[in-house]
């Protein structure tokens, strides 16, 4: 994630004194260090605060600062419930572990920073990458497993409509996606007796590799209650689109997409089931990604996605 210097705090700065006296404690030995501050691109105001001479920083996310479409929404909910589902997380799988909130610095959370490379980098490069997929598979399956709850499968497809909603498609596509997703939705496929939180913005670049471990950033529109092969669907929906963007075809990410969703299951029943399901997930995904993009290519993100749905048809 690109970021870049924008200011130096000094003692004497409320924010800068509110971290160090408070927020990171005996993590640093100079309580009189500057601090770099280096903002990044997000929906959110975030920015890395950097203490000099310490080898230390942290990171703070202000939810009332949005830099995204999406302005209106609760800042402190947002902060509260992104701290929550962090304090969750970091009991099961590695994850930037949340240090603080504070409503009066514009719903500021902070959390550790992660340093490393991101399995967006690993992604790009094509280096290390079915080792890093199976890290971050793994993973998953560990927050999936140990975070069992009742399932809500309305939930699943009242969030594919807004989705839709979001991408303003045209009466007939919208009437073919809407035929479609009946059939899944009177089909026994995403039928099941257990729903999980899951992470929900599997995004390449909210992976961290730090020292050989995978960590998990961004908590904030997880979910409860869902369907664990949703983050398996969005995650391959990602790899399909880098390929198809970057790589001379979207085909070119099966071998990846078996692998990391064998490195999920537990066993070859597991797998099947995993797979047959996996495709009305990885649907959302490429709608979520044709949100980001115009012209041809928003379009052939639709088709595909369309495609993807068409699995319903192809035996039960």
């Not at 701290?83 to 994850?95: D, P």
């Not at 490393?116 to 079915?130: A, D, F, M, P, T």
């Not at 919208?174 to 479609?180: A, I, P, V």
């Not at 797998?271 to 495709?279: A, G």
Request: hydrophobic share 35%; charged share 25%; net charge positive.
């Amino acid at each position: 994630m690109a970021n870049r210097h924008v200011n130096t705090l000094s003692s004497g700065d409320p924010f800068r004194d509110w971290l160090v006296e408070e927020v990171v404690g005996n993590r640093i030995h100079n309580k009189q260090c500057c601090v770099n501050v280096f903002k990044y691109n997000s929906s959110h105001t975030v920015c890395r605060y950097q203490f000099k001479g310490e080898h230390f920083s942290v990171m703070a996310k202000f939810f009332a600062e949005p830099t995204g479409k999406l302005k209106a929404y609760n800042p402190y909910k947002g902060m509260m419930n992104e701290y929550r589902n962090l304090k969750k997380a970091a009991s099961l799988i590695n994850v930037a572990k949340p240090l603080a909130v504070r409503k009066d610095f514009n719903c500021v959370l902070v959390t550790e920073h992660i340093p490393g490379k991101s399995l967006g980098w690993y992604l790009k490069r094509e280096e290390n990458l079915y080792e890093k997929l199976a890290a971050v598979a793994h993973m998953l399956r560990q927050l999936h497993e140990n975070t069992q709850s009742s399932y809500n499968k309305e939930n699943e497809f009242r969030n594919y409509q807004e989705v839709m909603d979001h991408l303003k498609l045209d009466h007939s596509t919208r009437e073919t996606f809407n035929k479609l997703l009946g059939e899944w939705w009177y089909s026994s496929w995403l039928d099941r007796e257990h729903g999980c939180m899951v992470h929900r913005d599997v995004n390449p670049s909210n992976y961290i590799f730090c020292k050989g471990k995978p960590y998990a950033l961004d908590f904030e529109s997880s979910w409860f209650e869902a369907h664990p092969v949703r983050d398996l669907g969005i995650l391959t929906a990602e790899l399909k689109n880098e390929f198809e963007s970057h790589k001379g075809g979207g085909w070119k990410a099966e071998p990846y997409i078996g692998n990391f969703l064998w490195e999920y299951s537990r066993g070859e029943k597991d797998f099947y089931h995993t797979t047959r399901v996996l495709p009305f997930f990885m649907s959302i995904g490429l709608l979520r990604s044709a949100r980001l993009h115009q012209s041809e290519y928003r379009n052939y993100l639709i088709r595909e996605a369309r495609e993807c749905l068409k699995a319903i048809n192809r035996g039960n």
